[in-house]
């Protein structure tokens, strides 16, 4: 990905909101591949001529298979304002996502979850007796669709906590998994693998100016072209 093929929703001298693509890393992995903080660097580099190193603070992640919005912050000071912000629970995210089947007209999925790394890292469901962290979202479904007679809910995804798979792992244990998200159950394909499920809103404070901010993305490639053309109510 080039930087002039980056979406930035906005920019200022603190902070920049941009739009991740699925599939690339938020931040450098083992795999080397590009990864979405390099991406912006270069971004900021070029567009503003900057010598040597470019700051860019990593305040939160997207799984490298979800796409969304994603914020950074410009200076140490905005990083360290966002992580406290995250901290307190001000900083809001909502996400879509396509599950499989049909699933009530809102509701509120509370767990337990850990992260293990037997054959790579995965959220398992488990107890606070063992040492589980709690892991709440609440949803609402806003319409149906159908894909190859199969049925699927396209729910709204409010975030209360932010654990590691957390909406992969609490839907697949709802008996409801994101459409090609084989890591947590789902069974067969639908347009090349594609996850369905992407970061539509980010709610939070300025760092500096403390005005609060709201940006939205609606996700229009592949898995999502034309979904509102499917729906059935």
């Not at 991406?39 to 470019?54: A, D, L, M, S, T």
Request: hydrophobic share 35%; with cysteine.
């Amino acid at each position: 990905m080039k930087t002039e093929e980056l979406s930035v929703v906005y920019e200022d001298n603190h902070i920049i909101v941009v739009v991740k693509e699925a599939n690339i890393p938020s931040q450098e992995d083992e795999t080397k591949d590009e990864d979405l903080l390099n991406i912006v660097k270069g971004y900021i580099k070029k567009k503003y001529h900057k010598p040597g190193e470019v700051f860019l603070g990593l305040v939160h992640r997207l799984d490298r298979r979800v796409g969304g919005l994603m914020v950074f912050a410009r200076t140490s000071k905005a990083a360290s304002r966002l992580s406290e912000t995250i901290r307190l629970h001000r900083f809001k995210k909502e996400y879509l996502a396509l599950v499989l089947g049909i699933t009530p007209k809102s509701g509120r999925l509370v767990d337990y979850l850990s992260k293990v790394e037997k054959n790579g890292p995965k959220a398992v469901v488990t107890t606070a007796e063992n040492n589980g962290q709690e892991a709440i979202l609440e949803y609402e479904t806003l319409r149906t669709v159908e894909f190859e007679k199969r049925e699927f809910s396209l729910v709204r995804v409010h975030l209360i906590t932010g654990r590691y798979n957390q909406i992969r792992i609490q839907f697949s244990h709802f008996q409801h998994p994101i459409i090609n998200d084989f890591k947590y159950g789902y069974q067969g394909t639908n347009f090349n693998d594609q996850l369905g499920l992407v970061c539509s809103a980010l709610r939070f404070p300025h760092p500096t100016t403390k005005e609060d901010l709201e940006f939205n993305f609606v996700p229009t490639d592949g898995i999502w072209n034309g979904l509102w053309e499917k729906t059935h109510d």
